[in-house]
């Protein structure tokens, strides 16, 4: 590199709405906890970084709430889990922090809606990813899980349906599915319930990566809309790299490079992007 480097930032980036509000209420945890630990489902965000931080706080991970006793603080993720943890928590006397993102609970709503309504449940989603656990939990029975048009086009005949999107879905394939969907089942009622948030910040990084020689994607490896911004730029020939924290870039990357491009996925803290930002303060003025 022989020039300086020009740096990017989108204008939406660290935390999201939901995961601050998740964070202030487990920080009000804490606060309540009294030095006793306090317990989460599984990570309350994906980000490594956070949750080492969490840790050493005092926030452990439980599998189950079985291993809780009355009185211990127990927090719901910004994803949601399914009911049966809660109602378990409930008979058990624990002091439950919910964190459930409000759009995430619209979308639990959503989906008891349609089970009182007698449709079939379709979930346009990771089955995997904890939102789409927990939603399948509101539903009375088992829902259908799909998240390509191949999975779309093996579903089985069905009269009457409706739609629920992982928030953190793309757009441009859940309408592809949508729109197959509607082809297929004589009464589908659909809910977009895709995040404006995420949208908002896949908008604004393909704007700044399109504009850039490089574009590096801040977050954990493994939060899906972190993976989802990089997949955006590398599917459109953009080059991109998703890193997790400053250690790992690499001064070599920047050979040849005279902007680059920064974005970090919602569950990203602001202090790991600000380290990556001097390091690459540091890799221009050492050109
Ligand atoms: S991405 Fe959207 S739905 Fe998910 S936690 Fe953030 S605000 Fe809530």
Not at 1 to 14: A, K, Q, R
Not at 97 to 107: A, G
Not at 237 to 251: F, V
Request: proline content about 3%; overall charge positive.
């Amino acid at each position: 590199m022989n020039t300086e480097l020009e740096i990017l930032v989108s204008p939406y980036t660290g935390y999201c709405f939901g995961v601050k509000r998740a964070m202030s209420l487990l920080e009000e945890g804490l606060a309540r906890s009294r030095g006793m630990p306090v317990y989460t489902a599984g990570d309350i965000i994906h980000n490594p970084q956070a949750i080492e931080r969490l840790e050493s706080r005092g926030v452990e991970k439980v599998a189950s709430v079985d291993k809780l006793s009355e009185g211990d603080t127990f927090v719901i993720r910004a994803h949601g889990v399914h009911p049966r943890i809660i109602e378990n928590a409930e008979r058990k006397n624990i002091d439950i922090i919910d964190t459930t993102c409000p759009f995430v609970k619209r979308s639990q709503d959503y989906v008891k809606l349609l089970s009182a309504g007698k449709r079939d449940i379709i979930i346009i989603g990771d089955r995997d990813h904890p939102e789409v656990k927990g939603l399948s939990g509101h539903a009375g029975r088992k829902p259908r899980i799909i998240k390509s048009m191949e999975e779309a086009e093996r579903l089985p005949e069905l009269e009457r349906a409706g739609v629920i999107i992982q928030t953190t879905f793309s757009a441009r394939e859940s309408e592809s599915i949508v729109e197959e969907l509607n082809k297929r089942i004589p009464d589908l009622k659909v809910f977009n319930t895709i995040c404006k948030a995420t949208v908002k910040r896949r908008k604004a990084t393909m704007d700044i990566a399109r504009n850039v020689d490089l574009m590096l994607v801040v977050g954990g490896k493994g939060s899906s809309n972190t993976r989802r911004l990089h997949y955006m730029c590398r599917d459109r020939n953009i080059m991109s790299r998703h890193i997790e924290t400053a250690d790992e870039i690499d001064e070599s990357w920047f050979r040849d490079i005279r902007r680059v491009g920064l974005t970090t996925g919602t569950s990203t803290p602001d202090w790991v992007l600000t380290e990556v930002k001097k390091k690459l303060h540091r890799i221009s003025e050492d050109c």
